[in-house]
């Protein structure tokens, strides 16, 4: 089975000790990125398809988030504070408002 994505780092390690046959590689930076941003992509769709698995799945969503911020030199404090920073101008989504349209 064909696969080309990315995957954690302890999988390989996993695979072996269960006597999988696979091949891998390490991506270069393109690469990285631009897998990133899938697996970004695909943790996200299952975050939307199936709430039986939510917090595992938003987990899954955060740590591919933190690897991104790893990758582009983006601190966790940094992205935490900008976070705080625009909930306190335009506050969260706590109050559940709908914008039906606008003139």
């Keep these: 089975m064909k696969y080309n994505k990315l995957i954690r780092d302890k999988i390989p390690e996993i695979m072996e000790g269960k006597w999988v ?3 891998s590689h390490i991506a270069n930076n ?4 631009l897998k990133l941003k899938e697996k970004l992509q695909e943790e996200v769709a299952e975050v939307l398809e199936d709430d039986s ?3 595992e799945e938003l987990a899954d969503t955060l740590e591919v988030i933190y690897a991104i911020c790893d990758f ?3 601190s ?3 992205l ?3 976070r705080k920073e625009k909930q306190e101008k ?6 559940k ?3 039906d349209e606008t003139d």
């Design 21 to 23: 046959k696979f091949s």
């Design 30 to 33: 393109e690469e990285y990125w």
């Design 72 to 74: 582009k030199w983006i």
């Design 76 to 78: 966790r404090e940094d």
């Design 90 to 95: 335009r506050w969260g989504f706590r109050d």
């Design 80 to 82: 935490e504070n900008l």
């Design 97 to 99: 408002i709908i914008l």
């Design 53 to 55: 698995v939510l917090i």
